[in-house]
């Protein structure tokens, strides 16, 4: 791999072929070097999936292209500043996508909020997950795997999480809305994404 | 802060998380993340499984020219250097712009009234004074040297740029910025060419190939010389 690192950056630019075998650390830190090819191969690996985060949060196409983009040139930016110590590649760029998004939803207040019992929201999500065909196999998995796992925690931690990932809402803001202690919402959103963490880990 | 010896609360890792804490708690949770494996563990899982929630949202196309305008607009970035700020949207907040360089226009009329001092002062000196000053670069590890009126940048921690870009360095007074010298990744000592004065800031952009004869992008680095 390091042969391989050390070719590609003497190149400048690594080509699409090359960065198929890339691991998503890899190409963070061919990006960190400047390798637009990397950034290119890194887009083509998650754009799909960050265009479609930053789409559920924001819920305007327009929106979630500047939020995507800007999300990838964060990564182009500050790969410098990756620390496997703090989790995967692909932790880091979603992370950094979820916080763009929510930021652009929260500086636009275009939440779209209470039209939709969460019951709801979820099933008729789960249908499309379904309906995404198109995506590559890792992401069906993925999301397959996740929705097994969200089946299985109690409403009200799913709703917790949901409006917390997908609504942006702070933890403070939640408790408001749902008439809770702050210290209950926080608590339960922990243990829902606690339980979440256990069922993901059992699906491996 | 206290300097948190204890493992973090649950109610602290989901904040932090979230991206919920304020600056200094922040700062104190990174501190602690920094040395407390257990606390590191659990933190990582719970972004982690944050992150998987992402696949939870349906699954869309994006439009098939968003891929090349955001290598597009890759490509007119200068390469900001490591920052140790984990966030990136801090480490983006002290990004200056050239619109936020009009910001600076007071303070170099206030320098460029020091230096009219500082001239006159130097003048009165005899002309022995060949001190040497090292101005220490903000944005990318570095400094500015200058002796008697020369400068030279230490370059040596500026990172590649994408292909057909090159760093160009300027030197801004109060008329405005001039083109002061191109160099590239892994230069060294890059002397920056004309004279420079105290209040002249020194400033680095990355630019197309060959240089530009103004500034068209974001300084990556500057440092105001004394």
């Given at each position: ?11 400048g630019t ?20 400047g390798?637009d ?39 182009w ?128 | ?70 290598l597009e607009a890759a490509s007119k970035e200068p390469l ?18 050239w ?59 500026f990172r590649p740029l994408a292909a057909g870009r090159t760093y160009e360095v300027w ?6 910025a001039?083109p002061a010298g191109l160099f590239a990744h ?17 400033a680095v952009t990355a630019e197309p190939a060959g240089g530009s004869p103004q500034p068209t992008t974001t300084p990556i ?6």
């Amino acid at each position: 791999m390091s042969g391989m690192t050390q070719t590609t950056a003497s190149r400048g630019t690594t080509s699409s072929a090359n960065a198929m075998h890339l691991s998503d650390e890899a190409l963070i830190a061919q990006i960190a070097r400047g390798d637009d090819g990397a950034l290119g191969a890194f887009y083509d690996r998650f754009g799909r999936v960050v265009y479609s985060l930053a789409l559920r949060v924001v819920r305007d196409t327009q929106l979630a292209e500047e939020a995507t983009q800007e999300a990838f040139l964060a990564v182009w930016r500050t790969a410098g500043d990756y620390r496997a110590s703090r989790g995967s590649a692909r932790t880091w760029l979603l992370t950094i996508a979820h916080r763009r998004a929510v930021d652009r939803v929260r500086f636009e207040q275009r939440r779209v909020v209470g039209n939709e019992p969460f019951d709801e929201g979820t099933e008729r999500e789960m249908r499309e997950f379904a309906a995404s065909a198109e995506d590559e196999a890792w992401v069906v998995f993925e999301r397959e795997r996740l929705v097994r796992a969200l089946r299985q925690i109690p409403d009200g931690e799913r709703e917790l999480i949901e409006l917390a990932y997908f609504d942006g809402y702070t933890q403070s803001e939640l408790a408001d809305r749902l008439g809770l202690p702050v210290g209950t919402v926080k608590r339960r959103t922990f243990t829902g994404l606690a339980r979440l963490r256990t069922l993901l880990e059992a699906e491996r | 802060m206290n300097p948190l010896s204890d493992h973090l609360h649950d109610e602290d890792l989901i904040a932090y998380a979230l991206g919920e804490s304020d600056a200094s708690r922040s700062r104190a949770i990174d501190a602690h993340l920094e040395t407390c494996e257990t606390c590191r563990r659990e933190y990582v899982g719970l972004l982690d499984t944050l992150g998987t929630m992402a696949f939870a949202a349906p699954g869309r196309v994006p439009p098939p020219d968003l891929r090349s305008a955001i290598l597009e607009a890759a490509s007119k970035e200068p390469l900001a250097v490591a920052a140790s700020d984990p966030d990136p949207a801090t480490a983006r907040r002290r990004r200056r712009t050239w619109g936020s360089l009009s910001g600076w226009a007071p303070r170099i009329a206030i320098a460029g009234g020091l230096a009219v001092v500082l001239i006159v002062a130097i003048l009165a000196l005899p002309q022995d004074s060949s001190s040497t000053r090292s101005v220490p670069l903000v944005g990318v590890h570095g400094a500015v040297v200058v002796t008697n009126h020369r400068a030279v940048l230490d370059a040596a921690s500026f990172r590649p740029l994408a292909a057909g870009r090159t760093y160009e360095v300027w030197v801004i007074h109060a008329g405005g910025a001039r083109p002061a010298g191109l160099f590239a990744h892994g230069a060294g000592n890059v002397p920056v060419s004309g004279a420079v004065g105290p209040g002249d800031v020194i400033a680095v952009t990355a630019e197309p190939a060959g240089g530009s004869p103004q500034p068209t992008t974001t300084p990556i680095a500057h440092a105001q010389v004394e």
